[in-house]
């Protein structure tokens, strides 16, 4: 049977995304996996897949426009089913009379008759919201993520002009008015007194020396400072650090890159003990739900990819299953497409556990911001030479490199978080195990 295709929580916690480009037409025939639209999140774009073969029905989303999490954007049809299951579809759905986006008739007029401020159908048969206090004949419609946006900056969605198909309020059209600073939408409920004696003004010069220019926030930096302030002020982190000696791993390395086909990165090495420790330690290879604590079975591992934009966190799965050369050629096709936008979305979503090296850029040490629901991250620092202890007690030199695990308290005590990072340890400094 027929059924509608909604927008996907693309990203944990992203509450709207919008439509890049629509890879079929109308008509298409698709199977199960075949790419059908570009959806450009606040830091990526990813791919939106067919759940099952048919034909795209209809499209109800023009390209370009923002869509809220869970709204409608094109009806899929099944197999031999006609035109008129469209209609059925979208009628079970209360959203009967929708239109293709490219025929949607630029008017007013709304579709139906609805009270001020109740919801009504656009044009192209979304639901939307009625501005208050607009005649018949100049009424105009406004999504749900529009109008709860506006409320939350403070903005008269009075004041501000339509472009969507039937003069309807989008996100485009509000961005604007969401840059202008507070006292501009919010005006202040009270008037100070004239002052007898005008004062005035003080300034502050400005040297020459402090040019400076305002970089505008795209989707993904702000996504990331969304994402990063609600783990820091609602996850309790805490950290543990270890000095792991790392002359064996740096040995085998050369071994096994001078023998291979493909070259092999310390960070492969890393992923790979940090999914064997996971298994040393299953009670550290869970998440938060809330409700409740998830651990999982298989090992699934997100690794952070630096991109143009700002970082991404693409997941590798069943890592404790794959051998060192197929981790190596999987992180580097994630991270080859996540710096061009091409990730699909199953492959941004899950892991219980990241991992983020800046050892290649001569970070030494660091600590890196959990993504929840994630119990944990491992930060790599630089590998680098150091006086050592040998097991006799002598002094020698040998190469360290510095990781520091930030975890989450609520799923991780102290004691599981600590047996986690030395079962890494030990197999960082004894690399053998990591092949094994």
């Known amino acids: 049977m027929a059924e509608i295709l909604r927008m996907p929580e693309v990203l944990a916690g992203a509450s709207e995304a919008s439509i890049q480009s629509w890879l079929v037409s109308p008509g298409s025939m698709l199977v199960v996996d075949q790419p059908i639209a570009e959806v450009e999140t606040e830091k990526a774009t990813v791919e939106l897949t067919a759940e099952f073969a048919g034909a795209l029905g209809r499209i109800l989303v023009s390209e370009g426009d923002n869509v809220a999490v869970g709204d409608a954007i094109a009806v899929l049809l099944g197999e031999g089913e006609a035109e008129g299951a469209i209609e059925a579809a979208l009628a079970g ?58 409320r939350q900056h403070g903005v008269d969605l009075a004041s501000v002009t339509g472009t969507g198909p039937g003069g309807r309020v989008v996100h485009r059209d509000l961005e604007p008015h969401l840059a202008e600073p507070a006292e501009k939408t919010q005006p202040s409920a009270a008037v100070e007194p004239a002052d007898p004696k005008p ?6 010069p400005v040297p020459e020396s402090a040019a400076f220019e305002d970089v505008p926030l795209d989707r993904m930096r702000k996504a990331i400072a969304r994402r990063l302030t609600e783990s820091k002020s609602t996850v309790p982190h805490f950290y543990l650090t270890a000095d792991c000696r790392v002359d064996a791993l740096l040995a085998l390395r050369r071994q096994v890159n001078e023998t291979g086909t493909r070259k092999i990165s310390i960070n492969d090495f890393v992923l790979k003990a940090v999914a064997g420790a996971l298994g040393d330690v299953p009670e550290a290879n869970a998440i938060w739900t809330g409700e409740a604590i998830r651990r999982y079975s298989s090992i699934d591992i997100s690794v952070a990819v630096a991109t143009d934009g700002g970082l991404t966190t693409p997941v590798l799965r069943n890592v404790e299953r794959m051998p060192l050369s197929e981790v190596s050629a999987a992180v580097a096709d994630l991270a080859e497409r996540g710096r061009a936008g091409l990730l699909r979305q199953h492959e941004l979503e899950g892991g219980s556990f990241s991992v983020s090296n800046l050892g290649m850029h001569g970070t030494q040490e660091f600590t890196a911001i959990l993504n929840p629901p994630q119990s944990g991250i491992l930060a790599i620092g630089a590998a680098r030479p150091a006086a050592v202890v040998g097991p006799d007690g002598e002094l020698a030199v040998g ?23 030395a079962a890494f340890q030990r197999r960082i400094e004894n690399a053998l195990s990591i092949l094994i």
């Open 93 to 150: 759905a209360g959203l009967s009379a929708a239109v293709t986006p490219e025929s949607a008739p630029q008017t007013s007029e709304p579709t139906r008759q609805s009270p001020p401020g109740a919801e009504g159908l656009t044009p192209n048969g979304r639901v939307a919201h009625v501005l208050p206090g607009v005649g018949d004949s100049e009424r105009r419609f406004v999504s749900p993520l529009v109008r709860r946006l506006a």
């Open 199 to 204: 004062k005035t003004p003080r300034t502050t």
């Open 399 to 421: 190469t360290i490199m510095t990781v520091t695990l930030s975890a989450d308290h609520r799923v991780l005590d102290g004691a599981v978080a600590a047996q986690w990072l």
